[in-house]
């Protein structure tokens, strides 16, 4: 299946406006799809069969600002995922009323805790939206609720009350500016382990990154002691003023 025609042809059947997106060539991408027009967006493809349809929806103000995601889900029928489409785009329904159409939707739902830094707070909320934003939320669930254990945990821990967080290759680390023009060196983050033959079960399931030597960093059980660790070192090791 052409994944972009196919939605194109049942969204013209539809008499909607949306005009799939197609890649620099000018073509509509066979094995996803996608809208690329500031305002309300998608992006779509296949999960693990090609009966599967991963989505997610999201708001983004101009081409250069962060995206918004406000929903993701899987479908197995492409018809109802064109009328997704529709809804979400052409005829700018709510997101909750297109939720209680489509049970395969899954909300995005921010933090309980609230940072009193209005600016470190919404850092929590973007770091956390575009994790949340990805068609592949299928995949490495474990990993995933692990990573959300972590940012949940170390959005509330003491020792990083103020300063902001930002992500970089799925690392979390943080700026002590919200224009991150003060930061810790890149080797110095903390993540959930992605288990491999090189790297077992059995070493942890957090790691903590403190200097430039490969695996040089320590590895923990618990989140809560690899935050504790990681915390520590932050006041270990002075920051960069990247500029100025």
Not at 120 to 135: G, P, S
Not at 149 to 170: D, I, W
Not at 172 to 195: G, H, M, N, Q
Request: negative net charge.
């Amino acid at each position: 299946m052409h994944l972009s025609k196919e939605i194109q042809k049942r969204l013209d059947k539809l008499n909607s406006a949306v005009k799939l997106s197609s890649t620099i060539d000018g073509k509509l991408p066979e094995r996803y799809s996608f809208y690329n027009i500031p305002g309300r967006s998608f992006r779509a493809e296949f999960g693990s069969t090609n009966t599967e349809f991963a989505i997610v929806l999201y708001e983004r103000p101009n081409k250069n600002s962060y995206e918004n995601c406000l929903a993701r889900g899987m479908f197995n029928n492409v018809d109802r995922l064109t009328s997704l489409i529709d809804l979400w785009i052409d005829r700018n329904k709510d997101i909750s009323e297109i939720k209680a159409r489509f049970d395969e939707l899954e909300l995005y739902n921010d933090f309980e805790f609230i940072n009193p830094n209005n600016d470190i707070n919404n850092a929590w909320t973007k770091v956390k939206n575009m994790f949340f934003n990805t068609t592949k939320f299928w995949e490495e669930l474990e990993w995933q609720s692990r990573y959300i254990e972590m940012l949940s945990e170390a959005k509330r821990y003491k020792g990083f009350e103020n300063y902001f967080p930002f992500t970089s290759h799925y690392w979390l680390r943080f700026s002590i500016d919200k224009d991150l023009t003060e930061t810790w060196a890149l080797y110095t983050y903390i993540v959930p382990v992605f288990y491999s033959s090189e790297v077992p079960e059995t070493l942890g399931k957090f790691y903590v990154s403190y200097n430039d030597l490969p695996m040089g960093g320590r590895f923990f059980e618990t989140v809560i002691d690899a935050l504790s660790f990681y915390a520590e070192k932050l006041t270990e090791i002075k920051p960069t003023k990247w500029k100025g």
